[in-house]
């Protein structure tokens, strides 16, 4: 191999995808995202303006949405699907509709993702599917399964219609042979959905992963239940699906923790998360026989790790069960350079409407702006960019 220690620096490679026009877009959104202050102001302004029917979905659609989002619906992210497929890389299409609470919504949510699933049957670069464990049912519910706190008999109703959700959907993938990433979500509510996706993946991970949870290293006991997960795949004979992240829910982890007075499930440091992250990865890739995985890392240093890994353990660098992710608009350096290698690598395409989906792009911002060094380093290489392409 050659030295992979400056395979991100190439922006050529990086942006190839990008116009001028949209090369200055994202400069000038990470300059905005990079300044807190503005941040906050900017969140307020866009929720005001919502709220009070403002016309400024025209204005959103220009600037943050478009960098961030593929588009309304799942015919309007074709052009960025295929044009991002030319490159090598693929599309995970993620419909980011948030927060709903109703049976209608929930029922709407599974049938856009057998949509989804349909959509992706027909496309070679779209691999897999993803949704939340709460797009298909209440929280509440998921919450309260996990505390073993006993259900109403409505409630009783909804559990069985959030399985029969599951089922449905997974059953669909196999069908389809289309993986399907089910995303981690908070501590208080993971339990029960971690539970729901062990009895899917045995039924349905009989001969290779379909379906995937998700580790969220954050949390320093998620390496434990990968053991364990490991241990029951082996006694029930099927394979593990697996994508692997630091997580997205940290602030709200650890107010939670405090304010109900128990030790919190979060790493005690960035160092602490880093490490459980890597030793995860690690352990899957040992054990790449048995274990399907989807790296999503916007993370540069556990990037060089995996391909380092594989490459001491002879694994291909287009091994099926080997995907690294990243989300679209954010780390191009990493997901293009990397496929420009001969990885298997995907993006999460973000779509829905506008107004819905603007709690997820007010997250994907605030993400950025605590994220130490993140921002500061996309800066960097679109400015790199800039000064080539003048040159």
């Given at each position: 191999?050659?030295?992979i ?34 941040v ?34 799942e015919?309007d ?30 029922d ?28 298909f ?16 008999e ?35 509510m ?10 899917m ?50 602030e ?5 923790a ?31 026989e ?18 380092s890994?594989m ?81």
């Amino acid at each position: 191999m050659k030295n992979i220690t400056t395979l991100f620096e190439n922006t050529k490679v990086a942006f190839a995808l990008k116009s001028d026009s949209e090369l200055e877009r994202a400069y000038f959104l990470f300059k905005m995202i990079a300044n807190e202050p503005l941040v906050r102001i900017g969140t307020a302004m866009t929720n005001f303006a919502l709220k009070a029917h403002l016309p400024v979905k025209k204005l959103i659609r220009a600037t943050v949405f478009d960098h961030f989002c593929g588009g309304v619906n799942e015919e309007d992210c074709v052009n960025v699907i295929d044009s991002m497929y030319e490159k090598g890389v693929a599309s995970v299409l993620d419909y980011s509709v948030e927060g709903k609470e109703e049976e209608k919504h929930f029922d709407a949510t599974l049938d856009k993702i057998l949509k989804i699933i349909d959509f992706a049957d027909e496309k070679d670069a779209v691999p897999f599917a993803v949704f939340k464990p709460t797009g298909f049912g209440r929280f509440l519910i998921w919450q309260k399964k996990t505390e073993g706190t006993a259900l109403t008999e409505k409630e009783e109703q909804e559990w069985e219609r959030i399985v029969a959700r599951f089922e449905k959907v997974c059953q669909k993938a196999y069908d389809c042979d289309i993986a399907l990433l089910i995303d981690g979500e908070e501590s208080w509510m993971q339990d029960a959905a971690d539970e729901l996706v062990g009895v899917m993946m045995r039924k349905f991970n009989k001969e290779k992963a379909i379906v995937y949870n998700t580790l969220q290293l954050y949390r320093h006991d998620r390496f434990e239940y990968l053991l364990k997960l490991h241990e029951e795949s082996k006694a029930y004979g099927f394979k593990i699906g697996m994508k692997i992240v630091r997580g997205a829910y940290m602030e709200k982890e650890i107010e939670r923790a405090e304010e109900k007075g128990y030790s919190s499930p979060i790493c005690e440091s960035k160092e602490a998360t880093d490490t459980n992250f890597n030793l995860a990865l690690q352990y899957i890739l040992e054990h790449n026989e048995d274990i399907a995985v989807f790296i999503g890392t916007h993370n540069e240093r556990s990037s060089y790790l995996a391909l380092s890994i594989m490459e001491n353990l002879g694994i291909d660098k287009n091994d099926p069960k080997v995907w690294l992710g990243q989300l679209y608009g954010m780390s191009d350096h990493i997901s293009f350079n990397l496929a420009n290698e001969g990885y298997n690598v995907a993006k999460y395409l973000p779509f829905g409407p506008v107004r819905d989906v603007m709690p997820y792009l007010i997250r994907r911002a605030e993400e950025n702006t605590s994220v130490a060094g993140q921002t500061s380093r996309e800066l960097n290489l679109l400015s790199q960019e800039r000064k080539r392409r003048k040159l």
